[in-house]
């Protein structure tokens, strides 16, 4: 009787494992179909090899999905290296992607997830499956490597899980008036009241500077056919040997609405592209975060009322 009793016991629970098992793979199933379906945008980049000797390669960055009327980023948080084995799962694994750039269609990758992130600096990145040419712009460049390599890559290319690429906005480079410069440059003095600065490298010793107008450099300025700039301010001269954390001497980017009202959008970031990815009649803005130990990408959108921020560290 206890023999028939066991042997019951034993059949239940691979019963149960069985079906168990078999929910959790059609979850998975079901997940990876949905956020095929869903709006996801990412980025094709080049990335440096892994160890020394390595050859570099480029893939596809999964970074933000469309979750409602927003934007939403894939998870990056992590604690220990060994959190680099389960994130995946919480990225799409398989997908097909229109690389875009500049209001147009470069052309179509499909990529897939690897079993675990080999470093933090590689959350969220997609192995290339296809097989056709990979699309690029212009050649290598120190510009696009990033704050902690010195290897050249191609610049960073949108990806969207859509043919979602045209610019509705038609962002391009531009040269503000000397109005908004002026405007923008009281708006750089009142976030940077006081700064200090060196006499020279070989001294090194920071006192207090008082800058000038002429001191305060627009590096990039854009505007769109609706009105709006867009302006990246920073402050030149800098004479110690070193950063010695002094932030008005990084990039300070601001937007610009059509009345002239500015608004800080962040530092040690650089203008990657801009299109309506969701198809909702506006474009949105990418823009690559490079600073110190940190990567990743703020996009702003709904007139930079809205925004979401994928940022990883590389150590």
Known sequence: MMCRLNVLVGLSLLCFLAISGLR?????????????GNIIL??????PGEYSGDSDFRAVRAIFEKSGDGWRSFPTKTKTYHDLDTLPLSYPKDMTWTIAFDGRNLGRITSQ?????SFYSETGIEHITSHG????????????????SDTPAFRPLVAVSQPNVSDPDQWKPA????????????QFRNKFPNVSNCKNPEENILRPW????????????????NNWSLVELNLTGEACDGDQ???AFHGQWYAIDPLGTMKFLGEDMWLVDAGDYDNSGGSAVLFAISGYNEGGYRLFYRDFTRSAEFLFNYH
Not at 24 to 36: F, K
Not at 113 to 117: E, I, L, Q, S
Not at 210 to 225: L, M, T
């Open 24 to 36: 959790s793979a059609a979850q998975q199933a079901a997940t990876s179909d949905l956020r095929q």
């Open 42 to 47: 990412g980025v094709l980049e080049d990335f």
């Open 113 to 117: 997830t690897p079993p675990h992130f």
């Open 133 to 148: 040419p990979i699309p690029s712009v212009g050649k290598k460049s120190i510009d696009f490597a990033g704050s902690m």
């Open 175 to 186: 040269r503000l008036s000397s109005p908004l410069i002026g405007s923008a440059r009281e």
């Open 210 to 225: 008082n800058y000038q107008d002429n001191d305060i450099h627009v590096s990039e300025a854009y505007s769109s056919k």
């Open 245 to 247: 954390g002094q932030d």
